[in-house]
């Protein structure tokens, strides 16, 4: 059985898909996908030689050595262009997931899904998906063992890029037209990056959870930003503090 969070990532495979699971660990994904016939074929790429040997045993004992293959290699190295339709990549920083695709971004043609899970910077996969026109289909949000995960899931689909632009200036423009819902007047494209443009259309416990975290957070780094002599915490306990305000602002406004 699969943790929740990557029952979740399965659940947006595209079916009979053939993906590729980069930093794939134990391999937990591309077998369980394989065995349950959520996906034909999958390869389940791995940096790391622990990792890679934890991932090789795995499909060698559910028998699955013919349909998923492991192989060694950094990011998106490990697949040929055309390969995979879908691509998976959980359990990492947004920053360290985003150089992957950029760093491999001539294997993506033919890649109709990407399903991105980072474990922070959510805000550099989304800024990367925007860039290069992934039109971001489906964001959810799960709690799992005192934990929150954000999985954001974008499609290569004609004319993503409006598609996109749409959805965000959609809840950038909210105000006025939903009277219950002033979350628009207040939001901020950047803002938008770190919460989610599908996230913020309607919240819940989980979200709200996650983010009166960060705010506590930030209002610690704040504290501690505000009590040091260096040349340049002046500049950042005043960035701290706007988006300490602008984050309780969107909260306080959203549906
Ligand atoms: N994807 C699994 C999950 O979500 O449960 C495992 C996540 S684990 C925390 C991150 C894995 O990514 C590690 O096994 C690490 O070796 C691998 N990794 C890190 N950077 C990588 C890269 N550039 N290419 C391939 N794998 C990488």
């Known amino acids: 059985k699969l943790s929740s969070r990557l029952q979740h990532i399965a659940d947006r495979l595209p079916p009979g898909c053939r993906f590729a699971d980069i930093g794939s660990d134990h391999a937990l994904l591309p077998v369980w996908a394989v065995k349950h016939g959520a996906a034909v074929s999958a390869v389940a790429g791995e940096v790391n030689d622990g990792p890679l040997e934890a991932a090789r045993r795995q499909v060698a004992e559910a028998g699955l050595s013919q349909s998923v293959s492991v192989r060694k290699g950094d990011g998106l190295e490990v697949i040929a262009p055309g390969e995979v339709d879908a691509i998976t990549i959980a359990g990492m920083g947004g920053a360290l997931i985003s150089s992957i695709l950029e760093a491999g971004v001539d294997k993506l043609a033919g890649v109709k899904r990407l399903i991105l899970q980072p474990n922070v910077g959510e805000d550099f996969v989304r800024r990367w998906l925007l860039e290069h026109d992934w039109y971001v289909t489906d964001e959810t949000i799960v709690a799992e063992d005192g934990k929150i995960y954000e999985i954001i899931t974008a499609d290569a689909v004609p004319g993503a890029a409006g598609l996109n632009e749409e959805l965000y200036k959609q809840r950038l423009l909210q105000q006025g037209q939903d009277e219950s819902d002033?979350?628009?007047?207040?939001?901020?494209?950047?803002?938008?990056?770190?919460?989610?443009?599908?996230?913020?259309?309607?919240?819940?416990?989980?979200?709200?959870?996650?983010?009166?975290?960060?705010?506590?957070?930030?209002?610690?780094?704040?504290r501690s930003?505000?009590?040091?002599?260096?040349?340049?915490?002046?500049?950042?306990?005043?960035?701290?503090?706007?988006?300490?305000k602008q984050l309780k602002e969107v909260l306080a406004c959203l549906p």
């Open 182 to 222: 002033k979350s628009g007047a207040v939001l901020t494209k950047e803002l938008l990056l770190m919460m989610g443009p599908r996230l913020t259309v309607q919240v819940g416990d989980v979200f709200l959870n996650k983010w009166n975290a960060e705010i506590s957070k930030l209002e610690n780094i704040q």
């Open 225 to 244: 930003v505000a009590g040091s002599q260096l040349p340049a915490s002046q500049k950042k306990e005043q960035e701290l503090s706007l988006l300490i």
